[in-house]
């Protein structure tokens, strides 16, 4: 929209501006939803999680436990949901339509969204001050979950799923779970190496074998923690892990058509192959804070820690 401005002194008035000055008024052009890049705040980067769900951004780790939707369109404000008592620390989704939170009380629920075709938002529904726009984002009509997921005493910190294999990964600073996501049955407590600290990412292929990353204690004593990248069958069975590195890898993206994960963290990327855990394609050395393939997954997308708002993409050749 347009909005006129004029000085107090009415310099800017026709009557005062004088008829050589040939001007009636000036005409300032604001953005309705102004947009801005955050700069690289580390509370930002600890505290805030998202994902996107079909036409829609949803948001944890606010300080009153909900998760917020907002419309990727204009960023207009769709609605949330309220429901664990601490802040949510992991979001996960699967094909738009299922969306599973994991809290730092240890809690994780699953809901079923709404299509995103009921998300719209319009300059009307902005403008009108005596009606609410909030709009539902959930199917369950109490904003209570379809089902809960139990078993960790310590904060969430990494969260996979799967609908078509019936499974929740999640991990904590002490365990690994498996979950079933249907009936939030326990399947598997998976073997974690002795003296873990952390579970940083989880990941499930199509296959079904899991990929964990953690970090455990050195057995040389000391302060010291190693990181190690591991895979599992569906049953627990540990299948291969990687040699221990000091940096650990915080972000696994599956590919869908082959056992492969793109691997990434302060370390840098690879493509690895699940079922051996040897590294198949290097992508960088540098250190990446994001990382995404593309829908024919023949292009890896990485956001690089040195360059926080540009994309690398490389063709992956495997």
Same mark, same amino acid.
């Given at each position: 929209?347009?909005?006129? =401005? ?53 948001? %944890?780790?606010?300080?009153? %436990?909900s ?10 404000f769709?609605?949330?949901v309220?429901?664990?008592a601490?802040?949510? =620390? ?10 599973? @939170?994991?809290?730092?009380d ?17 300059? *009307? ?10 709009k ?13 997921? *139990? ?5 969430? =910190?990494?969260?996979?799923?799967r !609908? ?11 365990? @690994? ?5 249907? /009936?939030?049955?326990? *399947? ?8 873990? /600290? ?7 292929? /199509?296959v ?10 050195s057995? =040389? ?8 990248l591991?895979?599992y069958?569906?049953q ?5 892990? /990687? ?23 302060? +370390?840098?990327? !690879? ?6 855990? +040897?590294?198949v ?5 540098? %250190? ?6 593309s ?20 063709? +992956? %050749?495997?």
């Amino acid at each position: 929209p347009a909005a006129s =401005t004029s000085s107090s002194s009415g310099a800017l008035s026709p009557q005062r501006a004088g008829p050589s000055s040939g001007v009636d008024a000036i005409l300032e052009l604001v953005d309705r939803k102004p947009r801005r890049v955050l700069p690289d705040y580390a509370w930002l980067r600890g505290d805030f999680v998202w994902t996107a769900v079909g036409a829609a951004v949803a948001s %944890g780790g606010h300080p009153d %436990g909900s998760v917020r939707c907002y419309a990727i369109s204009d960023g207009a404000f769709l609605g949330s949901v309220l429901h664990h008592a601490t802040r949510v =620390t992991c979001l996960a989704q699967h094909r738009n339509t299922d969306l599973v @939170c994991g809290s730092a009380d240890g809690t994780i629920s699953a809901w079923t969204m709404l299509p995103s075709s009921g998300w719209t938002s319009s300059l *009307l529904d902005t403008l009108n001050i005596f009606k609410p726009t909030t709009k539902r984002i959930v199917v369950e009509p109490d904003y209570s979950p379809r089902q809960s997921y *139990l078993g960790h005493a310590s904060p969430i =910190t990494a969260l996979a799923i799967r !609908n078509d294999l019936d499974v929740v990964v999640s991990g904590s600073a002490e365990r @690994c779970l498996v979950h079933s996501m249907s /009936t939030g049955a326990l *399947l598997v407590d998976l073997a974690l190496p002795p003296r873990s /600290t952390n579970v940083h990412a989880v990941a499930v292929c /199509t296959v079904g074998w899991i990929v964990v990353s953690v970090s455990a204690t050195s057995d =040389t004593g000391g302060d010291r923690t190693l990181s190690t990248l591991r895979s599992y069958s569906l049953q627990g069975e540990l299948l291969a892990t /990687t040699t221990s590195t000091e940096l650990p890898v915080t972000k696994l993206v599956p590919f869908s058509r082959t056992a492969h994960v793109v691997a990434a963290g302060p +370390m840098g990327a !690879n493509v690895v192959a699940v079922h051996s855990m +040897m590294e198949v394609l290097p992508l960088t050395t540098v %250190g990446v804070s994001s990382a995404a393939l593309s829908v024919d997954e023949k292009v890896a997308i990485l956001g690089l820690d040195v360059m926080p708002a540009q994309l690398l993409a490389i063709a +992956m %050749g495997i």
